[in-house]
Antibody, heavy 120, light 111 residues
Framework: QVQLVQSGAEVKKPGSSVEVSCKAS????????ISWVRQAPGQGLEWMGR????????NYAQKFQGRVTITADKSTSTVYLEVSSLRSEDTALYYC?????????????WGQGAMVTVSS | QSVLTQPPSVSGAPGQRVTISCTGS?????????VHWYQQLPGRAPKLLIY???SRPSGVPDRFSGSKSGTSASLAIAGLQAEDEADYYC???????????FGGGTKLNVL
């Protein structure tokens, strides 16, 4: 059974960038799709984008185009999310999630979440 | 605008049955894309509850069931228990957005 372990909490200044990692273990990493989903405090879930590590190309929600980059390192089974030009509204829990059945499918397995706080 | 609409909250007494609706449009649920449901307990990551409209992952009790018709889907919870108190989210794929889409979430209160 694949497990996803994310990096720790981050505190960043407005205008800076943050990188959150998501390491997969216990399964075949490259065959699946991994998405990033964020949740602002007290708010709902918001899909940000996805990557299939085998292909290595990220696809992004329109809202995040140009400000978010998703990459994958097949050698370490790790997926990265970088968010640039951070603003206070980016303060949120960032989850990675594994989609076992393709890009139209459910998020079967979730990481534990990484809190990113943007504050001056 | 492509959205999935859920009621903000539903309530039920222990042992009762409740349903949570998820209304979409012709670019997501109505286009035939599957609907998935998640349970999020306080302070926890979301957990997949129902996938592909009505399938349950291993370990999910059969008290939880899903259905879909037209541009809407529903999650039903039978035999309500105190531990079911959580936030529930529907999710589908949207062809106009070329990406995944979540409903706004429904808080289930067990009275």
């Amino acid at each position: 059974q694949v497990q996803l372990v994310q990096s720790g909490a981050e505190v960043k200044k407005p205008g800076s960038s943050v990188e959150v990692s998501c390491k997969a273990s216990g399964g075949t990493f490259t065959s699946y799709v991994i998405s990033w989903v964020r949740q602002a405090p007290g708010q709902g879930l918001e899909w940000m984008g996805r990557i299939m590590p085998m292909v290595g190309i990220g696809n992004y929600a329109q809202k995040f185009q140009g400000r978010v980059t998703i990459t994958a390192d097949k050698s370490t089974s790790t997926v990265y999310l970088e968010v640039s030009s951070l603003r206070s509204e980016d303060t949120a829990l960032y989850y990675c999630a594994l989609m076992l059945r393709g890009v139209h499918a459910a998020f079967d397995i979730w990481g534990q979440g990484a809190m990113v706080t943007v504050s001056s | 605008q492509s959205v999935l609409t859920q009621p903000p909250s539903v309530s039920g007494a222990p042992g009762q049955r409740v349903t949570i609706s998820c209304t979409g449009s012709n670019s997501n649920i109505g286009a035939g894309y599957n609907v998935h449901w998640y349970q999020q307990l306080p302070g926890r990551a979301p957990k997949l509850l129902i996938y592909d409209d009505s399938s349950r992952p291993s370990g999910v009790p059969d008290r939880f069931s899903g259905s879909k018709s037209g541009t809407s889907a529903s999650l039903a919870i039978a035999g309500l228990q105190a531990e079911d108190e959580a936030d529930y989210y529907c999710q589908s794929y949207d062809s106009r957005l070329s990406g995944s889409l979540f409903g706004g979430g429904t808080k289930l209160n067990v009275l």
